[in-house]
């Protein structure tokens, strides 16, 4: 068998020329050795937690390797998109109320954990990753640091404790892009002191876990993603290497777990003790867009923080309206410049509907020469509008648009085009005084820092939204965390983002759950710092039952578009809560047998599942009833139930642990909307008494209805004691 496979690949190596990559994925057992392989070409990924190829192949070569014994699954190594500081301050503000993050006298600081960070590598000289004050690095680290000539061994230090990396086109470890080093610093970067991006959000700049250690995987290159083959083979190295957490802020629409490189990296990961921090991807805010949604990774949605942008709009009857954007104007400030609307400047023949939004091809540009042209910006094109609209001689732009409290900084493409996003009232405000004067007039000031502003957080548009589509019976985001006009490390020979003829700052804005993710990396990182025998699923379970859903006025958390409230499709459990989470009370642990029954239920046979996973016990086998219902069922700290049609009763369960401060103690149950006449909540029993012999509870939690109801339907199960709230979402839903 192990022959067969190795002729086989070797002679599809022979012949590169014009086919496809695949990666032959063999599962977690080390089938084969390499043998007759060519290293360079074939063998990637080298079984420390699984087994791999990655092979130039016809589709029909492809089918056939797929029939192969041993193979689990061979799929096209396509690109994995990116999903592209005061954050901590706000969120550290957010909670004072609550007690000190210290956990009975604990005094770890993060500097044993190691975050591995698999991106686009980084730019070692960065202020964020000296290593100035930091102890030996650990003694178990089995990583190495590859020099190449733009990448000296003194790239890596008592910070940088190792990288590698994975990308064939461009041999090096250094970040030509920014996003590794933004994603790295915003996890576990240094404080440093004194940052701003050319005078705007001036202040500390630091990592959620400052003393912890960097170890870079650099799996992506340019043009912008990151192969498949090389996100699993960064993630073996990492597991060889001896890293605790791994964030990855990348990721695709989740397809099927078989063929999905973060979801089986991330498998073998989990059974080797490693937590999986990964974002849940930029595609909001239509439905069912979250990616990276297995189970056992933990995936961060992202929300704004109470700092923002204006970039004020003076009319020339010298009314200001303070807009929002991130740009270094340089108009006047007088109000001399003539305003024009997308209809009255639009072309022959075009739609009002399309100048309105001043969509490409609908606006005459000899019209527009030396005046600021107001938008709507219903198709959310403004950074492509704009650049085009200057370029072809319009001296600035306003947009109106809904979500312009949270515009995000990177969505206008040159920083030195005067641009404003206004609100709808706004920007009726400015409709109605160009209508009112016959040569209205106006000018567009440079962006300054507005801080604590309120209401904060609120969830970005475009961060992905459940109901997850691979199995609905999991509630998906898990987390979320600041996302929107982050500032961080980042590439000194990235240049969009610099002002022409000025040099590029050292740290840069970037919003997406991107740069959620590293967030709640490095609060895993102090988490797993302060309770080192916690594994992934009980740090997971901290930071979500923690979490909180009212902002910064004491209301529900609202989402963009439209400032709804929003609901756990939208967040997750929530907010993450810094203040609380080294202290949570009660843990809901998910195991490695938990994930084998996921699969199970799912629909894998064990066959399959001894492939996908390494260390299945022998006496292990799938529950005869396996069904996709019972995956309500995984000890999960969130609950989801889907498929649940009225006049049915379903019934889940859910074990917690006390991980408390007192051994002797009572926990208490409410469910959070109350029972009405559509839904009925039970929880059974609706105490838990833990003692030094009883640290494990057990309680079931019975859903039922009789009549239609309004799916889906959200609530929350909360235990709590006089020093405790454990929290976990709820959701019901008909599909
Ligand atoms: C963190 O703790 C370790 C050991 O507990 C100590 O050696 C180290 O100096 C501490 N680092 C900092 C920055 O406090
Ligand atoms: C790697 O990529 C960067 C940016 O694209 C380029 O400047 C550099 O020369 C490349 N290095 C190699 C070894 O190809
Ligand atoms: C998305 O889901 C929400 C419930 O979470 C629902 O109210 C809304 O109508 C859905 N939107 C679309 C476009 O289906
Ligand atoms: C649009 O139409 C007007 C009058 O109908 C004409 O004067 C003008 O030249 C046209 N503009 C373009 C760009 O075709
Ligand atoms: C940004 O716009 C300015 C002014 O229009 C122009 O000089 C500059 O080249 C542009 N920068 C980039 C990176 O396109
Ligand atoms: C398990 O499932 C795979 C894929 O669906 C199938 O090819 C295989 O025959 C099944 N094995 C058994 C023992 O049923």
């Known amino acids: 068998m192990k022959l067969l496979i190795c002729t086989l690949l070797f002679l599809i190596i022979t012949n590169v020329t014009s086919h496809d990559v695949y990666i032959v994925y063999m599962g977690g057992k080390g089938t084969s050795k390499s043998g007759s392989l060519r290293e360079d070409q074939a063998r990637l990924i080298n079984s420390h937690g699984f087994t791999g190829f990655a092979v130039h192949a016809s589709e029909e070569e492809a089918k056939l390797l797929a029939a192969q014994p041993g193979v689990l699954s061979v799929f096209r190594d396509k690109t994995v998109p990116l999903h592209t500081t005061r954050s901590w301050t706000f969120l550290e503000h957010q909670h004072d109320s609550l007690s000190a993050t210290s956990h009975s006298g604990s005094t770890a600081n993060g500097s044993d954990i190691i975050i591995g960070v698999i991106d686009s590598g980084i730019w070692p000289e960065s202020k964020s990753f000296a290593d100035e004050g930091m102890g030996p690095v650990p ?99 990492a597991i060889h290497d001896g890293v605790d957490i791994m964030s990855l802020s990348l990721g695709e629409a989740d397809t099927d777990i078989r063929i999905d490189p973060v979801a089986i990296g991330g498998f073998h990961a989990i059974e080797h003790g490693i937590m999986v921090v990964c974002s849940a991807g930029n595609l909001g805010p239509t439905n069912s867009s979250v990616v990276n949604s297995a189970p056992w990774l933990t995936t961060v949605g992202a929300s704004s923080i109470d700092r923002q942008f204006v970039a004020s709009v003076v009319l020339g009857n010298n009314q200001v309206i303070k807009g929002s954007a991130i740009q270094f104007s340089h108009l006047c400030e007088s109000p001399i410049y003539p305003l024009i609307d997308g209809v009255l400047a639009k072309i022959n023949g075009s739609k009002d509907s399309a100048s309105r939004n001043c969509e490409s091809g609908s606006i005459d540009f000899s019209k527009i020469k030396g005046k600021i042209l107001v938008c709507f910006d219903q198709d959310k094109g403004g950074s492509f509008k704009a650049l085009e609209i200057i370029d072809k001689g319009g001296i600035g732009v306003i947009f109106i648009s809904d979500d312009m409290n949270i515009a995000p900084s990177n969505d206008y493409l040159n920083v030195t085009h005067p641009i404003s996003a206004v609100g709808f009232e706004d920007g009726y405000e400015i409709l109605s005084y160009m209508h009112a004067y016959r040569n209205p007039t106006a000018t567009i000031l440079k962006s300054e820092t507005m801080l604590s502003y309120k209401p904060a957080p609120i969830i970005a548009d475009f961060s992905s939204r459940g109901p997850q589509a691979l199995a609905p019976n999991i509630l998906k985001p898990d987390i979320t965390a600041p996302g929107v006009n982050i500032i961080a490390a980042w590439s000194k020979v990235e240049s969009d983002s610099a002002i022409p003829g000025k040099e590029l700052p050292d740290y840069i804005f970037a919003s997406g759950t991107s740069m959620s993710c590293p967030h709640i990396s490095g609060v895993a990182a102090l988490v797993k710092s302060q309770h080192p025998t916690w594994d992934h699923s009980a740090i997971r379970s901290a930071i979500m039952t923690t979490a909180v859903q009212k902002n910064s006025v004491g209301a529900p958390i609202r989402k963009l578009p439209g400032l709804q409230k929003a609901t756990p499709y939208d967040f997750g459990a929530g907010e993450v809560n810094t203040a609380q989470v080294t202290n949570p009370g009660l843990v809901y642990e998910t195991t490695a047998i938990d994930y084998y029954n996921f699969l199970c239920n799912y629909g894998y046979n064990l066959s399959t599942i001894r492939l996908i996973a390494k260390d299945i016990p022998r006496g292990f086998s799938c529950p005869k009833d396996a069904d996709a219902d019972l995956i309500s069922n995984m000890n999960y700290p969130s609950i989801a139930v889907s498929k649940f049609k009225h006049g049915t009763k379903r019934m889940v369960t859910r074990t917690v642990t006390n991980v408390g401060d007192e051994e002797d103690t009572v926990y208490t149950v409410t469910v959070d909307p109350p029972a009405s006449r559509y839904l009925k909540v039970q929880v059974m029993p609706k105490k838990l008494h833990f003692t030094k012999e009883n640290k494990k509870h057990s309680f079931k939690v019975i859903f039922s209805t009789d009549y239609p109801y309004e799916s889906p339907v959200f609530g929350w199960i909360t235990w709590s004691n006089d020093q405790y709230r454990v929290r976990s979402p709820f959701v019901l839903n008909i599909n």
């Not at 020099?147 to 230090?157: H, R, V, Y």
């Not at 701003?196 to 992506?220: E, F, H, K, M, Q």
């Open 139 to 237: 003694e178990r680290w089995r990583g190495t640091c590859e020099e190449t000539k733009d990448f000296p061994a003194s790239s890596c230090n008592r910070k940088i404790i190792g990288a590698r990396n994975f990308d064939k086109l461009n041999q090096t470890c250094r970040d030509f892009f920014g996003h590794g080093s933004h994603t790295a610093s915003t996890a576990a970067g240094a404080a440093v002191f004194g940052v701003s991006y050319y005078g705007l959000a001036a202040g500390t700049a630091i990592g959620g876990s400052p003393n912890s250690r960097i170890a870079v995987y650099r799996a992506c290159g340019q043009p912008l993603g990151c192969y498949g083959s090389a996100i699993l083979a960064a993630m073996d190295a």
